[in-house]
């Protein structure tokens, strides 16, 4: 399967945790990786290239930040102008079918605030739910989210080197067909699966 991943962080400068697995993709092998904000800094996308890169590839990661509850505003704007009707839904818009995509975010919330009664009131699977029924509507498989929670203290909590792991063994089984896509839809996030796909760190 050939992955592509979609960077969209606004001040990639300042961030911790997007930016370090952008980097990681970029050195997987067979990962196309696009950053979005340094490839079109004012927003002046390319439909049409844009769209090629989704035919020649079988899945599509959206990798950034959460941002009032979704994602940063050049997503949207992606959405708007390559999602074309004829393209990737109506009648005539089958250039997405049975394409895998999912997003792989970082929170700044815990995960323990991120679940009905919690600070946000609902799963991040429930709140990302646009992106799930526009993936629907363009008849892709839509994956729950690989989410990493409380992503201002990783570093600190020296949290990041197994988010990374998890994250690069996440990507090589989407990549070589090993990642049960059945299981990775029924989830409420990919954590743990990824998890079971990160490279073991070597014992002495
Ligand atoms: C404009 C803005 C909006 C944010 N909205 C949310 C939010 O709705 N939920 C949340 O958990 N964190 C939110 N955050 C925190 C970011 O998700 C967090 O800083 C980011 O994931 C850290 O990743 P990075 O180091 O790659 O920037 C927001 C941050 C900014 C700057």
Known sequence: MKPLVYLAHPRLDRSEISGPLFEAARQTEGITCVDLYATYPTFE??????????????????????????????VREWQDLVLEYGFAYGKHGHALDGKVTFNAVSCGALETSYRPGGGNGAHLRDLLMPFEKTADLCRMRYLAPFAIYGAGRAVEEDRRKGHLAAWQGLLTALRDERLDLRAAHAALTLNDIAASHAAKPETA
């Open 45 to 74: 996308i390319d439909v049409a290239r844009e769209q090629r890169r989704l035919v020649d590839h079988d899945a599509i990661v959206f990798l950034h930040p959460i941002y009032w509850y979704s994602a940063p505003s050049i």
